[in-house]
T-cell receptor
């Protein structure tokens, strides 16, 4: 059973608009959440993260929002750029040492100019 | 090296053959992880190492899969008697410590079993 779910396999957005990528999780013991970005033929690269004690973290054009009661987080990209086109993975970590990150299936973002 | 290095970058093998995939983590990183991504799937966790020890091997898909790490550095993932369903990108990642929140990925080894 998937503990981290990205229900939208793909998202298309116009350049300059906002991209919103969503992620749901089932395990309330997750204490840290991350977003990774992956271009074709490359490994995933870390984008932004948020601790479970916060509800928002912002880094330039990227903002992650966490709603613990709904077990939901989202990544906002504003404004979207064609170079943002990639697969975005949501990941979560259990609140104890010795556990690996658990990833969702990813959402493919396409930003058109 | 500056980043996580994986080899080979691409491997085509015949069904039934054994393959070895190598990962060289970022220098000084004590934690090392193996994931795989099959077509249309997310990143599936396989195994992690703290130093040379792998406390949890439950993510390995079958007993045909094994991994080891020597000298607290290089790790090898071995797949015996490969099957077509083993075709995937095998991604290695490392982090400074096991409790580190961010892990850094290599570019992956693309395995195709024909």
């Amino acid at each position: 059973d998937q503990q981290v779910k990205q229900n939208s396999p793909s998202l298309s957005v116009q350049e300059g608009r906002i991209s919103i990528l969503n992620c749901d999780y089932t395990n309330s013991m997750f204490d840290y959440f991350l977003w990774y970005k992956k271009y074709p033929a490359e490994g995933p690269t870390f984008l932004i993260s948020i601790s479970s004690i916060k509800d928002k973290n912002e880094d330039g054009r990227f903002t992650v929002f966490l709603n613990k009661s709904a077990k939901h987080l989202s990544l906002h990209i504003v404004p979207s750029q064609p170079g943002d086109s990639a697969v975005y993975f949501c990941a979560a970590r259990l609140g104890k040492a010795g556990t690996a990150l658990i990833f969702g299936k990813g959402t493919t973002l396409s930003v058109s100019s | 090296g500056a980043g996580v290095s994986q080899s080979p970058s691409n491997k085509v093998t015949e069904k039934g053959k054994d393959v070895e995939l190598r990962c060289d983590p970022i220098s000084g990183h004590t934690a090392l992880y193996w994931y795989r991504q099959s077509l249309g799937q997310g990143l599936e966790f396989l195994i992690y190492f703290q130093g040379n020890s792998a406390p949890d091997k439950s993510g390995l898909p079958s007993d045909r899969f094994s991994a080891e790490r020597t000298g607290g550095s290089v790790s090898t993932l071995t797949i015996q008697r490969t099957q077509q369903e083993d075709s995937a990108v095998y991604l290695c990642a490392s982090s400074p410590t096991l409790s580190g929140n961010t892990i850094y990925f290599g570019e992956g080894s693309w395995l195709t079993v024909v």
